[in-house]
């Protein structure tokens, strides 16, 4: 079931505390036997799919149901997947202008930006 993200007037903090719950439980979805899915918006098997009008957070799961999510949906999903791989990650999110925000991942091992909704075919800046 989708998570419901935090209200429309969250800051950025609250939210990145929401994005942590939304990677541990892409976590154990792949500790279940979920695929990642690096390689699939690389295949653009799953793709960018710009804002969900309800807002909800896809798990792992659920982007795979959907066929692919928005920025923190991926961003959340990659970050687990690098987790589980053993390499430091998190979400971060950026303002990309007042009111819209962008989420994309840290690779805290050498600070390298990842951006999983390019990837998936995002065009422009959020």
């Known amino acids: 079931m989708p998570?419901?993200?935090r209200s429309a007037y969250a800051t950025i903090p609250e939210a990145q505390a929401g994005l942590v719950g939304?990677?541990?439980q892409n976590l154990e979805q792949?500790?279940?036997g979920v695929p990642p899915i690096s390689g699939a918006l690389r295949a653009k098997r799953l793709?960018?799919?710009r804002h969900d009008p309800d807002e909800a957070w896809l798990s792992l799961r659920d982007l795979w149901r959907r066929g692919?999510?928005?920025c923190e949906d991926l961003a959340a999903a990659?970050?687990?997947e690098l987790i589980a791989q053993g390499i430091p990650a998190q979400v971060v999110i950026?303002?990309?202008r007042p009111g819209l925000w962008h989420a994309q991942v840290l690779r805290r091992d050498n600070r390298t930006i990842l951006?999983?909704?390019i990837t998936g075919g995002m065009r422009g800046a959020g």
């Open 3 to 5: 998570l419901r993200s």
């Open 22 to 24: 939304l990677v541990a």
């Open 30 to 32: 792949l500790r279940q």
């Open 47 to 49: 793709r960018y799919i």
């Open 68 to 70: 692919g999510g928005d």
């Open 78 to 80: 990659v970050a687990a």
């Open 94 to 96: 950026r303002p990309v």
């Open 115 to 117: 951006d999983p909704s």
